[in-house]
């Protein structure tokens, strides 16, 4: 079957499907990855076909309008900025991502690119299916991940779960209803869109697992868990020797790193990570990352991008912006955590970090200092129960088969 695997974001919300697309080649299918043209390689190195996407993301973000991010206050505040800054983004992805979905026998969407994908979809006659790496829909259970971590209790949980898909609607408004004459298909608004992929039970399959987070029960029954979708890592990759080197010089030194998120003075972050791990007394590893973080020193090494899967079992612990897909690698690691969350979804992922038992607190950047930092750190490295936690969840999370449910949908798809 020829697929083709759209998504949109950050190199998080791009790694878990070259994984996912790697292995649904080797079951015979014939995989084309659909995103931002930063991320060729990552496909390429995964065996994937590409189609690239004319938007880059972290140009983005370190535009103007980007940077008003970091100005913002509150989760709430940030959801309005990021859906005027992608609102005026999605018209320059609609062209490419019809181009793609061509020649394709199934659109397997991620959620940033959803709304569209379905419409692109309908109007060619092909089947799709959601694949998403976050909790998007409404539900009593907890408020809307990209809210922050807390719960607000069943009905105010619900009314903002809606809220927010109706946030997510705005972006696509315009462009949609473009494609929707393109196509020849009759004006609907995305509101009622969302009602009939609702009502015919659209299926969805979610990229993390139910030992994580625990399937809503007052979901629909087409809203399914598969569990993680983990970055391909082609065989035979090693870590650069001046990291190797690093980790056999002395004790098992701690992670520091904010991924794809970025900050406005990555010079203070940089200070602040350095001043608590010497307080603590804990070596440290930074990676760079989009923030661009940096120090030096006997007892630290930054570095570029290596693959979490290789590094993480090395270390003490793991300091990151609770993004989804870093979260998962220290979980899949099996070691403790030090979440620092940054904006939208990490507050959620940071609570469930604590709640799991494998972190002792979150702490979000915007306020971090040293002291409470080296604390955490003290704790997370010398408690024993936190790595036994992360040790046992790991295990279980080596069990999890997360591609055998989507080739089973792939194969009870209509059409």
Request: proline share 9%.
């Amino acid at each position: 079957m020829k697929v083709a695997l759209m998504t949109a974001g950050s190199r998080g919300d791009v790694a878990p499907y070259t994984g996912l697309g790697h292995e649904l080649a080797l079951a015979g299918h014939q995989v084309t990855l659909v995103t931002h043209a930063r991320f060729r390689p990552l496909a390429e190195a995964a065996g994937l076909g590409f189609h690239p996407l004319a938007v880059d993301p972290r140009e983005q973000l370190a535009s103007a309008r980007g940077q008003g991010l970091h100005r913002s206050r509150g989760s709430v505040g940030k959801l309005a900025r990021v859906v005027s800054l992608a609102r005026g983004l999605v018209a320059d992805l609609a062209e490419d991502l019809l181009t793609a979905a061509r020649g394709h026998e199934v659109l397997l969407l991620s959620s940033s690119l959803a709304p569209l994908g379905h419409t692109i979809g309908t109007g060619l006659g092909l089947p799709t299916l959601g694949l998403y790496l976050q909790p998007l829909t409404a539900t009593a259970e907890f408020a809307p991940p990209v809210l922050g971590a807390h719960s607000w209790g069943a009905t105010p949980n619900r009314l903002a779960g809606r809220a927010v898909s109706a946030a997510v609607d705005a972006i696509f408004a315009d462009t949609n209803r473009a494609m929707r004459a393109r196509l020849g298909l009759p004006p609907t608004s995305l509101r009622a869109a969302r009602h009939t992929r609702e009502h015919q039970d659209w299926p969805v399959l979610h990229g993390f697992s139910p030992l994580v987070v625990p399937r809503p029960r007052d979901w629909r029954p087409g809203l399914r868990l598969a569990g993680y979708w983990w970055p391909h890592d082609s065989p035979g990759t090693q870590l650069p020797h001046q990291l190797t080197d690093f980790l056999a010089a002395g004790p098992p030194p701690v992670y520091l790193g904010l991924g794809s998120a970025t900050v406005p003075d990555p010079a203070a972050v940089s200070r602040t990570f350095v001043q608590a791990l010497r307080t603590a007394g804990l070596r440290g590893i930074l990676q760079r990352g989009w923030s661009e973080l940096h120090a030096e020193g006997e007892d630290l090494l930054t570095i570029d991008e290596v693959p979490h899967r290789l590094l993480f079992p090395h270390l003490a612990a793991v300091v990151h912006h609770a993004g989804a897909g870093t979260t998962a690698a220290g979980l899949r690691a099996g070691v403790p955590a030090v979440p620092l969350p940054v904006q939208f979804d990490a507050g959620f992922w940071a609570q469930r970090l604590v709640t799991l038992g494998v972190a002792p607190r979150a702490l979000p950047l915007r306020r971090l200092t040293p002291t409470p930092l080296a604390a955490a750190l003290r704790e997370a490295t010398t408690n024993p129960t936190y790595t036994q936690r992360a040790r046992t969840l790991a295990t279980h999370l080596a069990t999890e088969d997360s591609t055998a449910p989507v080739l089973s949908a792939l194969t009870h798809l209509p059409g």
